[in-house]
């Protein structure tokens, strides 16, 4: 299957890289979550089953948008958290800079060209479904407090 | 060893607002270091109700021990990241005007660091979205009258800016120009970031020699001169309302022509040379389209020279001279 290198995305009027095209995707299942994983690269796609009904209604949908960014080099640093709101982030060296917006269901992230497959499935990925997990099961208690509030 | 900041009243328990490029900055921060800053850029402005967004500022002494990083700069729908150097890092939400920082105490305590980086950076990537868009182009004034000179890369931009600050004009920006709509009309903000020329600028500006060209954020060598209190004369100013446009271009024949220019041509430059926006900021899009429009409602020329930017500079004068004359 083709990729789309990021390298050769030589748009001067998109330096941030945010028009690195991402046609390949897949859908997953994490815990109750329906994901959607939409990338450059297909190493950047996880290797667990891919265990989701396309057609289920009333699931949670949340997306993954992963861009293997192949003009940056080096290898994952310590992660650093960044915690406000509806906003989580990540930055592990320009290795790895990930985003996740809990109220738009989105995971952003860039992977470096030095992650290799075996760290990124390894490591990355149970990184990626463990924070997933972590925003939505506390989203989805957030949303119950308020439930409850409403009610009271 | 994981390191996770909490951005929020307790971790952040300082708090004020400072103005810049007119709009307002609520910031709140953990640093006196930032309140300082901050209340350095409280005097710059006066205005009442404009646009707003969140800066979050945490101060963390482990940066400074961190090892310095090269720039960084990438983003993906309303999220941008940034590593700014030496050892910086932001996080943008440009759908909930919001900026998170983490700043080593060196940054946030060096003012240069602020007005040439974190600022500038600050309301290139989140301006659109506050209403300040940031235009690619030079912005010069004359008589009190603003005026842009944009160009395509290499066309002799920052020479010319710099030979016209020579000559006296206000120099509001060289490279990037933040323009807000009032109902007085176009307004135009330069946040003071230096002139940069390129190392064979030495040329025409001999007086270079006395500085360093250093690596600058995109990689390139310059030299990099700080408008305000330069050593080569320059007038430093912070706003302009800008009335007129020049597109700068090089040709191989001598001479400067000034060749009235049509508003389609002036919007086709601008909207061909403006970053892409995501569809996420679709307000933001609309409100650069707008500015642009009225860029290219501005009386508008070519300015086709193979002179040297001194020459040019001087042409343009007269020119101006002209212009305002025929307007009285």
Known sequence: MQQYES?????????????????????????SLRVIVKTNDITLLPAFPLGADLD??????????????????????????LTSGALTVVEMGTACMLALDHE????????????????????????????????????????????????? | MTMTLEFNRQTLPFETDFQIAGTRCFLSTNSHEVLQAAARLRKLEKQTSVPSFEMEVIVDSALDRAPERLAYFRGLKHIVFAIVPPRCFLAYDLLRRRVHAVLSITAAQDHSFWDTLLLPITIGLMGTTVGVAPIH??????????????????????????????LGFGLVSDDWTYISERQCGLVAYGLSSPV????????FFPELRAFAPRTTLNGELAYEIDPVGSTMGFIAK????????????????????????????????????????PDELREAKAFRARIVQAIAACPSWILRTGESPQITANALDDFLEEADHAAV
């Open chain 1, 7 to 31: 390298s050769h995305h030589n748009d001067p009027l998109d330096l941030l890289r945010r028009f690195v095209p991402t046609p390949l995707k897949a859908v997953y299942r994490i815990s």
């Open chain 1, 56 to 81: 289920a209604v009333g699931e949670s949908v949340l997306e993954w948008k992963l861009v293997r960014d192949a003009d940056s080099p080096g290898l994952l640093g310590e992660p650093v958290f």
């Open chain 1, 104 to 152: 738009r269901r989105e995971l952003l992230g860039f992977i470096g060209a030095d992650v290799d497959a075996h760290t990124y499935q390894e490591f990355l990925v149970p990184f990626l479904c463990r924070m997933t997990n972590e925003a939505f099961i506390e989203d989805r208690y957030q949303d119950l407090l308020s439930d409850e509030d409403a009610n009271d």
């Open chain 2, 137 to 166: 182009s030079a912005c010069l004034e004359r008589n009190g009258r603003g005026f842009l000179v944009a160009g395509v890369s290499g066309a002799g931009k920052s020479t010319l800016t710099a030979a016209l600050a020579q």
């Open chain 2, 196 to 203: 940069k020329l390129l190392p064979d600028a030495v040329r």
């Open chain 2, 238 to 277: 912070n706003v302009s309302q800008p009335r007129r446009v020049f597109l700068l271009e090089r040709t191989a024949s001598r001479g400067c022509h000034f060749v009235p220019c049509r508003h389609e041509y002036v919007r086709d430059f601008f909207e061909k040379t403006g970053e892409r926006l």
